[in-house]
């Protein structure tokens, strides 16, 4: 090999590395808490893209102000693999609760470790995103039919 040949080589090869790294950096979780909070709240937007679906809501903070809270699971396809999630799933205006790990800066940021909806239902168990193990078990029956049912009734208001 030419040496222009062998630094073309070298110089691609570092130019990889330094362009990997802020997807590397991207995956860490050193921005969150370590605990888990639950916040109720309205949504306010629903953004279905990558690499992160994104969920907005307001919510009282503890003086009784409205906030607004920013939070993200996986993929797209990590949600709709792991829970079923379409760009459907959520409604402007709807009520949730939220089980999140907060931005340690204090800002109202957040990766969401659950969502249910006021009746229970769970809506996501545990997104990759949170870094839990727990996402990919198995719902259990009682989920599994209210999660039914919830989807035959939002079939109803659709038709």
Known sequence: ????????VLASMFLSLILSAPV?????????????????????????????????????DDSGKSVQWTGEVASPEAMMADDGWTRETFKTGEELVFVIRPAKSGA??????????????LVMRYSRQAGSGAYAGALSKEEQERRDKAAAEADKSKN
């Open 1 to 8: 090999m030419s040496r222009t040949g062998l630094l073309v």
């Open 24 to 60: 590397l950096a991207h995956h860490g979780n050193a921005a969150w808490s370590a605990n888990e909070v639950t916040v109720k709240g309205t949504l306010v937007d629903y953004v279905w893209r990558n690499p992160h679906v994104l969920l907005l809501w307001t919510a009282k």
């Open 108 to 121: 109202l940021n957040s990766v969401i470790d659950q969502i249910k909806r006021p009746d229970g239902t």
